[in-house]
């Protein structure tokens, strides 16, 4: 017997960069976050002999699995299994894989294992794992703060169907993973402190935006967290430059849009890839003009997506 899951990835629009120095892979800053459709991790499971990871159908030693497993097993009965994971997009891409990722395997195991876990249990095994998978548990507009740290819906997808227009700048897995790169900055930027009192600061204005259906105060908020993010990247040592040239070429080309009308935000996690944030209207222009800009490989348009679920077993 075998049990599936699907969770797809989300993105930060408050962003995420950092943990604090404590176990329980506990976010240094809250964020608020988009779930989107169509990008999905499937996860299937079943008992086995020992563990054993199949990625993409390619067998892996995957560590960061194999600590999830242990610490998981913690706290709940859970059996050695084999589990065979694919992502319909690039993995370790600044696509966000391991969100969905852990999301749909603490989803499958749920269900697989009989645990009956609410939401807030899965988020919070699921951070355990990977701090923005938490958010994958959940779709549509998610939260991730203290005082608990477990995600939590804060608008359905329904409630404003905006769209997303992803940029791919590169296929190829980016050098320096995301946990290392959080500890880099954790570790040697001068500015990380600001970079946490300042995400605090603006997240009650970011939740106030979402809620309003503010399009303009959510543009300029996301736009500024990115920017600030990156700018606490590039100030580590040695620095973090996850962006190529195709990268800010479509951070320039969604401005010139936004100055010609169009509602339209970047945003851009670890990671060459940009992600424009539009409405329903404006989507089919902003992803002509970022398909036909030199050293972008591939657009694609997607919308809000659901939470983690079930698919069969």
Not at 271 to 294: M, R
């Amino acid at each position: 017997m075998s049990t599936t899951a699907r969770a797809h990835p989300n993105i930060a629009l408050l962003k995420y960069w950092g943990k604090q120095d404590r176990p329980g892979n506990y976010p240094a800053t809250p964020s608020v976050s988009i779930t989107l459709d169509t990008l999905s991790t499937t996860t299937t499971i079943e008992v086995a002999p020992t563990d054993r990871v199949w990625l993409n159908e390619i067998e892996v030693e995957d560590a960061k699995v194999g600590a999830a497993l242990e610490d998981w097993r913690q706290h709940y009965d859970i059996p050695s299994l084999s589990i065979k994971t694919r992502n319909n997009f690039p993995t370790a891409a600044g696509l966000a894989s391991s969100a969905s990722g852990f999301a749909a395997l603490i989803t499958a195991i749920d269900a697989h294992c009989e645990l009956s876990l609410s939401d807030a249990d899965k988020s919070d095994l699921a951070r355990r794992a990977s701090g923005s998978a938490a958010r994958s548990i959940h779709g549509g507009f998610v939260t991730l703060a203290e005082p608990d740290w477990q995600a939590r819906q804060l608008l359905p997808k329904k409630a404003w169907p905006l769209r997303v227009v992803i940029a791919i700048t590169t296929i190829g897995p980016k050098a320096v993973s995301s946990s290392v790169g959080m500890e880099r900055s954790r570790l040697t930027s001068p500015y990380f402190e600001a970079w946490v009192s300042s995400t605090a600061s603006d997240y009650g204005t970011v939740v106030d935006a979402v809620t309003d259906r503010d399009f303009d105060k959510l543009a300029e908020l996301a736009e500024a967290s990115c920017l600030k993010m990156h700018a606490l990247m590039l100030s580590s040592k040695p620095g973090l430059v996850y962006w190529h040239a195709a990268t800010v070429a479509c951070m320039h080309e969604i401005r010139a849009l936004r100055e010609q009308g169009l509602k339209v935000f970047f945003t851009v996690d670890a990671g060459p890839q940009v992600k424009a944030v539009c409405t329903e209207e404006h989507a089919k222009v902003v992803q002509q003009a970022l398909a036909n800009l030199p050293g972008v490989e591939e657009t694609i348009q997607v919308g809000l997506g659901q939470g983690a679920t079930v698919i069969d077993g």
